[in-house]
């Protein structure tokens, strides 16, 4: 094991202060490290008080980048914690923050507003001039506007002047791939995080309110919404048909999948499909893409993550959107003039994805059985069953019912041949 370091900081009145709710995959694997190597002193947000009492008794936490055998430890330091049911605390801890970010899963982004509402409140009272700029790292479209809106409901008309001018709320794309610790290391060293090497961060720049800060990799971009589609339509994507493929061959990983060449075929031609739409709709250079595609699929074989099928594949009913990683995908290369034979067979074989535990997949299964296909394409993907894309998936859905890992696999062999 080669050390990374340790990234350090010295605590005192005059440092730089950041504040990030959440302090899980992304939270510690990812923002709170740049926050860290910028020089901030950072304060996290939890709601799990092991993990609070291990960052406070520490005032450091250890992220471990892995890359098949190679493994960089890092110890990043100063760091603190707050109880996130504390209202008192989190909304002091923002109120003095320089900058916050967060990255407490969409679900419970609402939740964010009140402490937010708060902390301004405080500043406001304090005559507080310099901006204080949120970064959502979110997995949810539009994440900056919706807690702006959420944060402006909270508070009385006469803080919405104060907010416009102070207050900056700030989208970006996370790309960094940190899988769930294992019960082993939790148990071990509850603040240890393993994460791969991957480092950027593109964030809206014209989101920002007052100047930039200056943090290590991130990327002020003024085309983000090239980005937010590459994200989603490129590396969600491949994701998902990773996940749903994997499922029905009955992988258990998703490197062990992509070592399969009939999932190579699926996740590569669903790129490919993709990257036309991306490149049509949103302007962005296909070759920009296709790097991205490339340096993707050889990310997704990193066995070191461990990152499982079950977790690329968890929520369908979410990830089967109209506008999300396969369904929005699908739609923009047919506006781009492209036919989603490989994303329509993905959609296809996320239909039958019912891995234990997942949230909503039984959902799937009870439309399947009680209304069949066509009413999952209609509620759950938002497709009129007779579209040209619902038809080329359900020809797929159909064939797939006839012996569904053996014609899986035989419908990719036949389109690599």
């Known amino acids: 094991m080669r050390k990374g370091g340790r990234i350090k900081a010295n605590i005192g009145m005059t440092q730089k202060q950041a504040i990030v709710f959440g302090a899980g995959n992304i939270g510690r694997g990812f923002i709170g490290q740049l926050f860290s190597e910028s ?14 009492d291990a960052l406070n008794a520490a005032n450091t936490y250890r992220l471990q980048t892995v890359f098949g055998n190679d493994v960089q430890d890092y110890t990043i330091a100063p760091v603190s914690a ?49 901006p204080l700029n949120t970064i959502l790292c979110e997995n949810k479209k539009g994440a900056a506007d919706f807690l702006r809106a959420a944060v402006l409901k909270e508070l009385p008309r006469e803080f919405h002047s104060y907010v416009h001018e102070r207050i900056g709320f700030v989208d970006t794309v996370i790309g960094r791939m940190v899988p769930v610790p294992t019960v082993e290391m939790q148990t071990k060293d509850p603040t240890l995080i393993r994460v791969e090497p991957y480092k950027e961060l593109p964030v809206n720049a014209s989101q920002f309110v007052g100047a930039i ?37 009955g992988y258990e990983y998703g490197y062990e999948a992509l070592d399969d060449p009939a999932m190579q075929t699926l996740v590569r031609g669903g790129l490919q499909e993709s990257k036309v739409g991306v490149a049509k709709m949103y302007g ?26 079950a977790r690329l594949g968890r929520d369908p009913t979410r990830k089967l959107g109209a506008e999300d990683r396969l369904v929005g995908a699908a739609r923009l290369a047919e506006e781009a003039g492209a036919v989603p034979v490989y994303l329509s067979l993905g959609i296809a074989a996320a239909f039958f994805y019912n891995a ?49 890992r053996e014609k899986f696999r035989q419908l990719l062999e036949k389109k690599s041949s």
């Open 284 to 309: 962005a250079s296909a070759e920009w893409l296709q790097d991205h595609i490339d340096d993707l699929l050889r990310r997704f074989r990193n066995r070191a993550l461990g990152d499982t099928i």
């Open 39 to 52: 020089g901030y002193h950072v304060v996290f947000a939890d709601i799990d008080r092991t993990l609070v």
């Open 356 to 404: 234990d535990g997942d949230p909503t997949a039984p959902e799937i299964q009870h439309i399947l059985q009680s209304s069949g296909p066509e009413t999952v394409l209609k509620q759950i993907c938002g497709l009129e069953p007779k579209s040209r894309l619902a038809s080329l998936i359900l020809r797929h859905y159909r064939k797939l019912q006839t012996g569904t």
């Open 213 to 249: 800060p200056d943090i290590v990799a991130m990327q002020p971009e003024n085309n983000f919404s090239r980005f937010t589609a590459r994200k989603l339509y490129i590396h969600n994507c491949g994701h998902a048909l990773l996940a749903y493929g994997g499922y029905l061959l």
């Open 82 to 130: 707050v109880d996130a049911s504390d209202m008192t605390a989190v909304a002091e801890a923002t109120a003095t923050a320089d900058v916050a970010a967060t990255a407490v899963g969409s679900n419970a982004l609402p939740k964010l507003a009140a402490p937010i509402a708060q902390a301004i409140r405080i500043r406001a009272g304090r005559g507080t001039e310099k």
